[in-house]
């Protein structure tokens, strides 16, 4: 047995687990989250449209800059590390920068993801002196024309911006985060070649359909020959940060480094502008709502209490992947992917490497899930009304 | 990288940078520095761990967590890969001179 397990540094992201006695204690939950993402607002300038939270207005109840020091000072409590914020645009929050501050004072390390809008010369050289928080900036491609397409007109340009700022502080590290779609994944060596040349780290993560990605999914969700050339990708640059999100592409050979579980409720959380907490960020769904941060008891007790999360912390069944010899390394893949393409959850990913997502998703009536989606998102107040 | 090589004869703390949260598994560690995340397995590795600061070498850590001399080999290994992973330094009241890079 080996005493430590060295992950690659990532938020989930843990080494290989061969003799998967660590994944079994992760299965069962920890004290904690070790990835916690709060998304602080759901107001955004831009309108992406695989947005996972359909941003674009804040929401009237959103937390008080009172309350959310109130959830620091929890997380603070509970030995979270360091937390992950989005949006939305977290940087268009007055109080953004305030909370920043309040939660590295309180020994919580924060990362945030942002389009690049909120980062001047100014504000590059504060995030520089500071070890305690880091910058993502979010692109889809690797060129004004690719990236603008999805985020919009002058998107790539306020995002190399801040990188140049970054990079003039001395910010070394910092992150360039793309989510892989059909468009962008020709496009990963000039995004390693970008991120090599500002000094930062490269981060791909997988496209899932939730949010406003459920309608554009099936258009822009890589083909089966890009998710093989995008494995061997990986393989190849295993510096390139994943948080572990691809591992339902394992099952095409030897596994990715990282846990190869789904994290959702026993490592991983969400944390929505209200208060809100879900499972996983990819998981913005009634089912998948453990409770509020403003409920007795906070955010400790949703994470070690509630039903779901309980729930979520037993054993699964692997039914319909059960007899397929690839799912120690794939686990049945992404319960987000499953869930918003109407795959039950004890099915196969809908990107299954062996093509059983597709067969599943033939024969599941998929209009049932749209509907119950969009009557979600009204009733949480997430969608944009225009 | 390793600067220098882990010294079981020489004094170690933890990085000032590093956080341990106890877990039922035994520790996870995190350095807010390279924003790195360790587990450590084992209970006894974790007090081992706390106590490094406590001695003037790895070794007289050992003697007094009372670890099974059989089982040193393997938390030497996990604390040799702490040291380089800069989660574990070299301590200033180390008799040898010099710290590492
Ligand atoms: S539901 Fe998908 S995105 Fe969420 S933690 Fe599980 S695998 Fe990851
Ligand atoms: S059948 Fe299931 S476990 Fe096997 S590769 Fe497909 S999704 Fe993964």
Redesign the interface.
């Known amino acids: 047995m080996t005493l430590i397990e060295e992950p690659r540094p990532d938020n989930l992201v843990l080494s290989p687990v061969k003799q998967s006695g660590l994944a079994e204690q992760m299965k069962r939950g920890l004290d904690a989250p070790i990835c916690l993402t709060w998304e602080l607002t759901y107001a955004c300038n831009l309108q992406c449209v695989h947005c996972l939270s359909s941003s674009g207005r804040r929401d009237p109840r959103e937390l008080t800059t009172e309350e959310c020091e109130a959830v620091i000072d929890e997380l603070q409590r509970m030995q979270v590390f360091y937390i992950n914020i989005g949006g939305g645009e977290p940087t268009i929050r007055k109080d953004f920068w305030h909370l920043v501050r309040y939660a590295v004072d309180h020994g919580v390390g924060v990362k945030f993801s942002t389009n690049g809008s909120g980062i001047d010369a100014e504000v590059a050289e504060q995030l520089a002196e500071s070890d305690y928080v880091d910058v993502q900036i979010s692109i889809d491609g690797a060129d004004a024309e690719t990236n603008d397409h999805v985020r919009g007109e002058g998107s790539f340009a306020t995002a190399v911006q801040a990188m140049e700022h970054l990079q003039a502080a001395g910010f070394e590290g910092f992150k360039i985060s793309v989510v892989m779609t059909r468009h962008n994944i020709p496009q990963v060596d000039e995004f390693k070649a970008m991120a090599d040349h500002y000094g930062a780290q490269l981060r791909l993560t997988r496209f899932r359909p939730s949010g406003r990605g459920a309608d554009s999914w099936e258009a822009l969700h890589p083909t089966d020959q890009q998710q093989r050339e995008l494995y061997h990708w990986l393989m190849d640059h295993p510096d390139v940060l994943t948080g572990d999100s691809f591992f339902h592409l394992s099952a095409l050979g030897e596994a990715l480094p990282g846990l190869n579980l789904c994290g959702a409720g026993r490592v991983v959380c969400l944390i929505d502008p209200v208060g809100d907490v879900y499972a996983c960020p990819f998981v913005l769904h009634d089912e998948f709502l453990a409770g509020s941060v403003r409920d007795d008891g906070g955010f400790q007790k949703v994470w070690q209490e509630s039903d779901l999360f309980t729930e979520l912390r037993e054993p699964q069944s692997a039914g319909a992947c059960a007899s397929c010899g690839h799912f120690d390394a794939c686990q049945g893949g992404c319960m987000a992917a499953k869930f918003f393409t109407g795959i039950p959850l004890d099915g196969p990913d809908p990107e299954c490497v062996l093509g059983h997502g597709e067969e599943a998703m033939d024969s599941v009536a998929r209009a049932a899930v749209s509907k119950d989606h969009s009557r979600t998102t009204v009733v949480l107040g997430r969608k944009p009304v225009s | 990288m390793t600067a220098a090589a882990f010294d079981a004869d020489r004094a170690y703390r933890l990085h000032e940078?590093v956080?341990l949260?106890?877990?039922?598994?035994?520790a996870?560690a995190?350095h807010?520095?390279?924003?790195?995340?360790?587990?450590?397995?084992?209970k006894e590795?974790v007090t081992l761990v706390e106590s490094l600061a406590d001695h003037d070498s790895v070794q007289a850590a050992f003697d007094a967590a009372r670890i099974d001399p059989r089982r040193w080999p393997?938390?030497e290994?996990?604390l040799a890969?702490?040291a380089a992973?800069d989660f574990l330094v070299p301590d200033a009241h180390d008799a040898h001179e010099g710290a590492a890079a």
């Open positions: 940078q956080a949260r106890p877990e039922p598994f035994g996870l995190y807010y520095g390279n924003r790195r995340l360790n587990f450590l397995r084992a590795l393997s938390f290994r996990a890969s702490l992973s």
